[in-house]
């Protein structure tokens, strides 16, 4: 695949990239009027285009074909996890995750969280970019911040795991069953209180482990998303 750039809406014969894609498109990378690219909306769709003009500033592409690409993935994966006090390492996970492959990001406000606000906006920006680095045409929707108590009672996937270093029934990669949606809750760098983890198993999650070794939540979250999208092999 040619250069792939990401825009919410290419239904229209002719589109224009944002001012970021612009400039990234004809002054990062030097293309240029009649070059190939390829657009994604996130939502499955990819469309071939050719630039016909090539302002760094509303670089205009004619759409010349599409297509609607199937999942590859058929289960659903949501990893709803409490925000880190560093905003650079909760980014890495949201970055990282993307690539490896997720459907949904929820940032989880628990009792021992050391933050309780998200940048949306940067967060799907940063989504927006793996996805291109990855050259993906799903996008993870990524949810506003969220109360645990609140999330637990939302949720209706068949497998719910919250991971935890209290006494749990086994590791995670042991008790996922392939083929099937998960949600997996991960903590603050506190862990989950116990009311928290009670409150969790008591709405149909299974308390689990990652290891014997104490993850910082970002890590926590990347090994959470890997295992079960190696499950799914």
């Given amino acids: ?29 030097r293309l240029h009027k009649g070059s190939i690219i390829h657009i994604t909306d996130g939502n499955g769709n990819l469309a071939e285009a050719v630039i016909t003009d090539d302002s760094i500033h509303h670089c205009i592409v004619e759409i010349r074909n599409r297509e609607k690409k199937e999942r590859e993935r058929d289960y659903n994966l949501c990893i709803a996890i409490a925000p880190t006090k560093n905003h650079d390492r909760f980014e890495w996970f949201v970055e990282k995750a993307t690539e490896i492959g997720v459907d949904e990001i929820v940032p989880l406000i628990c009792e021992h ?4 606000t998200v940048k949306h906006e940067r967060l799907k920006n940063i989504a927006i970019a793996a996805i291109k680095q990855s050259q993906n045409v799903f996008l993870p929707q990524i949810s506003d911040a969220v109360s645990f108590n609140d999330f637990i009672k939302s949720k209706n996937e068949e497998q719910k795991f919250i991971c935890t ?19 997996v809750l991960i903590g603050p760098e506190g862990d989950f209180s116990k009311d928290e983890i009670n409150a969790a198993v008591q709405n149909g999650f299974t308390a689990v482990s990652l290891g014997s070794s104490k993850l910082r939540t970002e890590t926590a979250g990347i090994v959470a998303c890997s295992m079960i999208n190696f499950v799914n092999r």
């Fill in 165 to 183: 270093l209290e006494v749990s029934s086994g590791h995670l990669k042991d008790l996922c069953k392939p083929r099937s949606g998960a949600t």
């Fill in 1 to 29: 695949m040619t250069s792939l750039f990401y825009r919410e809406d290419i239904s229209s014969s002719s589109v224009n990239l944002d001012k970021d894609e612009s400039r990234h498109c004809i002054k990062v990378l």
């Fill in 113 to 116: 969280s050391e933050r309780k």
